[in-house]
C-alpha cells in the first residue's frame, strides 16, 4: 500500500507526462506482481464495489478524530471530497502498518 | 465595562485610547501588528510598530512618521497601558496588549506558534480578551514540521538538478522568502530571486536574519546557472514573462494552502509545499487555550466555524468583520481560494 501510495504522490506531484511514465516504469519493476494488478486495475480507473457506505465513513472520522460531524461537514464544504477530507481530519499515524495492495 | 477594542469602518478601534489597530482606511494614528500590505496600510499619520519591523515596513511604505518599540516595551496613551509581544507571523510581527481600567486585551494581528529562523517565536500573553485571527480555522489544516518541509524542497530542487530544470518556488514575497531561503540547503545550487523579493531580503539581512546569498537574474551571466537554480518569486511572476527565461522549469508554490489537492491542481502547480505562516487549527486552539482569555473575538478566516467552535468550548466568542485578507495582495497569496469565505 505504501509503495502504491508513493506512486500516487509522485504522479500527482507533476504535470509531465514523462515523468508520471518514469515513475510508473520504477513502480512496476519493483512491485510484487499481485500488488501491481491491483494497481493497473486502480490507475485505469477500477473501482471495487463499495463495502462501507460513505455516511458511515464520515461518522467514523468524525468519532476518531475527536471533531463534532457539523465541523466535518465544513471541512468538507473546504475540502471538496469526502476522503481528502477524511485523511485530513484524522489523527497522523504514529505507528504506521504497511499492508499490500492486494489483500 | 466598555471594551477596549471596537470594529470602525476604518478598522479596529480603541475608544479610551483614540487610535486603531492594522486600519484599513488613513487614520490619525494607526498600531501596525506586522509589514504585509493588507495589515500595514500607507497614508496613517503616525505609525507604531515594534523595532524589528521598522526596516520592513519602510521598504514597503517608504518614509512615514514611525515610532517603534521594543517587544516588552510599555508605554501609556491616552491612559492605556500598550505593549508589543512577538507574534511569530514574520519579521517584526508584533500581538497588541492593551490595559485599560482593569481589562487585558490582546490583538493577535497574524501568528504562527511554530518556530522559525527569521522571527522571534510567538509569545502567549495572559489576556482577559483575545481578538485571534482564524486564516487556517478548520480541523484540517495541520502543518508538518519545517524541517520535514525543506527536506522535500531540497529533494525537489536536486532533482531538477539533475534533470536539467529550473526550479521555480513562488511563495509570499516578504517573510514566506525569507522564511524557505533561510531553509534551503543552499549548496545544492544558485539561488535567483525575483526583484519583489530582494529589498525584503536586504531588510532582513540588515536586521541580522542570516540568508544565504541570493542574485537577480539580471546577475546570472552563465545561463547553464539559470537550469540549476532554485528560483523565488511571487506566483504573479510566473505567469509573466519573466518567467521565459527559466525555459521549461518545474513550479511550485508554498503556502498553507496547498493542503488541499484541489487548490493546487487548480493552480497547475507541480509541487505544492504545505508551508504556512499563519499557525495551524492546533496551534489557534493552543494559543487561545494559553491566553486565559474567557473571551474570544475571532477576525478574518474561517471566523463562524471558529465562533461556533469557540462557544462549545465554553467560551464567550464572537466576531469582527476585518478587511484584511480580501484584497489584491492577498489573492497574491492564494491565486485559488479553495472555498470562497475562507478568503
Redesign the interface.
Known sequence: MKRFAALFAEL?????TNAKVDALQRYFGQAPAADAAWAVYFLAGGKPRQVVPTSHLAILACEV?G??P??FD??Y?????LA??IA??LP?DSQPGDVGLAV | MADLVVQRPEGLYCPPGDFYIDPWRPVARAVITHAHSDHARAGHGHYLASQQSQGVLRTRLGEIALQALAYGERIVHNGVALSLHPAGHVLGSAQVRLEHGGQVWVASGDYKVAPDRTCAPFEPVKCDVFITESTFGLPIYRWCPDDEIFADIDDWWGRNVLAGRASVLTCYSFGKAQRILSGVDPSIGPIVVHGAVEPLNRAYRVAGVELPETRMVTDVKDRADLKRALVVCPPSAAASPWMRRFGDASTAFASGWMQLRGARRRGGWDRGFVLSDHADWPGLMGAIGATGARRVIVTHGSGPVMVRYLAEQGLQAQAFDTEYGGDGVEADVQPEAPSGDAA
Open positions: 500527482d506531484a507533476t504535470t509531465s478524530a471533531i463534532a457539523w465541523l465544513e471541512c464544504q473546504a475540502v471538496g471530497d481528502e477530507t485530513h481530519v497522523r
